[in-house]
């Protein structure tokens, strides 16, 4: 896992560590750092914050010792990539869930995110995790468009022993959305998790479909999924979703099998929105909420 974007970071670190630490230096270092970063999916404008802030602790620092400076080093890029990850508006899916419960409310998560990226799978994991909690759930097949992604979805619920509303192929997916926090709301189910269509991102008829969702729905949160090895397609996607609809939150997927690990940077830094969850393997117990402090150790190595 992240083992690519390891070794450019450590690279970077050791190429620091034994020369003196001057202003040419280092910028030097600091723009191979910026190649290698952008090597491993992240984006431009990920690699430009990490290294200002980089730069900003280490100019001017004289350490003579060769661990101290590479202890400093790494604690530099330790805060520089958490900062990246950490969100000015943090999300917190359980309190919120908590305060949706006391006032006699569904919260109503609502799922964007193009076909293969494991939209559906991930919904069935979260669903998992909600019951595991206690919580009541209820699934929305708001994809009227492809074929077979009803039957997709009522798998995992027969799995799952939840409920799945829908409505026959090319009916309004605002429609279902809407019968399913009815259902919600009448039977006192805590959660609705709608599943949305997963055309390209850039399809302006799969826009206008998720934009009424959106507005006949009211979702608490918008909840992008991404796919972490589709690298810059999976910013791309984020970035256009977040601008056309709007998102809250974003789920990684396939991170086990990421060995670059830019693309979580990327949608954190992009969007500025968080990521809540990450998905590490196929069971629907393999998901995990993500912790900015353990990937930023997984990429430095550090602590």
Aim: charged share 25%; proline share 3%; hydrophobic share 45%.
């Amino acid at each position: 896992m992240f083992e690519k974007i390891r070794k450019a970071v450590d690279g970077f670190v050791q190429k620091v560590t034994h020369k003196s630490i001057s202003e040419q230096n280092l910028d030097d270092a600091l723009s191979d750092l910026q190649m290698a970063l952008l090597e491993n999916d992240v984006a431009y404008e990920a690699t430009e914050r990490i290294n200002d802030r980089v730069k900003k602790t280490l100019e001017g620092e004289q350490i003579g010792l060769l661990q101290s400076k590479k202890d400093l080093i790494k604690t530099a890029l330790y805060d520089a990539i958490l900062a990246a990850l950490t969100p000015e508006n943090p999300v917190d899916l359980f309190a919120l869930l908590e305060q949706r419960k006391k006032a006699g409310e569904p919260l109503t998560l609502m799922f964007l995110g193009v076909n293969g990226t494991g939209k559906t799978t991930t919904i069935a994991k979260i669903t998992q995790m909600l019951q595991k909690k206690g919580y009541s759930v209820v699934l929305a097949c708001a994809d009227t468009f492809r074929a077979g992604s009803a039957e997709q979805i009522q798998i995992h619920a027969d799995r799952l022993n939840v409920r799945v509303l829908s409505r026959p192929y090319g009916s309004d997916p605002a429609s279902v959305a809407f019968d399913a926090i009815n259902h919600a709301r009448a039977r006192g189910i805590n959660v609705v998790l709608i599943d949305t269509a997963g055309r390209m991102q850039t399809d302006k008829n799969l826009m206008a479909e998720l934009s009424k969702i959106h507005r006949v729905a009211e979702p608490d949160l918008v909840i992008f999924v991404g796919d972490a090895l589709a690298g810059n397609d999976a910013i791309e996607q984020a970035k256009t979703f977040n601008e056309k609809i709007g998102i809250d939150a974003a789920v990684l997927t396939k991170v086990d099998a990421d060995a670059k690990g830019g693309a979580a940077l990327s949608i954190a830094i992009a969007t500025g929105k968080p990521i809540i969850f990450i998905g590490v393997g196929q069971e629907y117990s393999d998901i995990e909420v993500f912790n900015p402090e353990w990937f930023a150790q997984k990429i430095v190595a550090a602590g």
